[in-house]
């Protein structure tokens, strides 16, 4: 029996990821003015487990705190310009789990239709 | 896990930022206003930000989504000055009027900041959109 989570790999994991990580940094860069409000980040670890003797990599991810490169006086620890950055790298990679995905999709399109 | 909560996010970050703007116009509209006694002289409008961490819903603190709200506008008292100016037709018996106090320059560089977070906010949203967009068409070859 082939699953489809078997099929496409671990790229549906990985846009999981990249669209949590998107709202997390979306609340940064909303709440740039807000006193008090401490930044966070998502964190990734790999994880590689065998079970059954099908070894399958999961993504284990924890939400952090961000340190400040410099402390603000309203206790806000935003930094609008790196937060920015990491958005756009994120918003990158999104796009490219995406190709990756669109890749096995097409690849099963192509072995359904038999072209 | 989807994107709708982060429309929700950056649209309460740009309504909060919409806020201050209006304050903002609001005491440099008023910047020279005056007035005969210190308590009818206009006091600058603050907005308060604060994050609405209590009003979030289960889903959107799985997805660490936090929403600015206003907390209150707060009026700045005791920024009153007091100027010599006999000829003014709201002068008091001694002749002074009192003068709002506002930092037109502060006031400016406080419009600025609220802009750039407002852009930022929307340099999010457009991101958002693009990333939809493309999910929304994995199927096509």
Do not use: C
């Not at chain 1, 790229?11 to 997390?24: A, D, G, K, N, Y």
Request: cysteine-free; overall charge negative.
């Amino acid at each position: 029996m082939i699953s489809l989570d078997d099929a496409l790999g671990i790229h549906p994991t990985m846009l999981q990821f990249r669209t949590e990580r998107t709202s997390v940094l979306a609340s940064n860069i909303a709440n740039v003015d807000t006193p008090n409000y401490k930044a966070k980040d998502v964190t990734f670890n790999a994880v590689m487990s065998e079970i059954g003797g099908i070894s399958s990599t999961q993504i284990q991810t924890d939400t952090l705190y961000r340190i400040p490169v410099q402390r603000s006086r309203d206790g806000n620890t935003v930094e609008l310009q790196s937060e920015q950055a990491r958005f756009a790298q994120n918003s990158m990679e999104y796009h490219q789990s995406l190709q990756f995905l669109k890749s096995k999709v097409s690849g099963l399109k192509r072995a359904i239709e038999g072209q | 896990m989807s994107f709708t909560g982060i429309y929700e996010t950056s649209g309460s970050a740009m309504t909060a930022q919409t806020i201050r703007l209006n304050t903002i116009s609001s005491n440099l509209a008023n910047a020279d206003s005056v007035a005969s006694n210190p308590n009818d002289v206009y006091k600058p409008l603050k907005p308060v930000f604060s994050a609405a961490f209590n009003s979030l819903s289960a889903a959107q603190k799985d997805q660490g989504l936090v929403p600015v709200k206003i907390a209150d506008v707060v009026e700045l008292n005791g920024l009153a000055q007091t100027r010599y100016e006999p000829n003014n037709p709201l002068a008091n018996d001694q002749g002074y009027v009192f003068h709002t106090g506002i930092n037109v320059v502060n006031e400016m560089a406080d419009m600025m900041s609220s802009t750039r977070s407002f852009e930022a906010n929307v340099e999010v949203l457009s991101n958002v959109k693009a990333m939809q967009q493309s999910l929304m068409r994995i199927w096509e070859i």
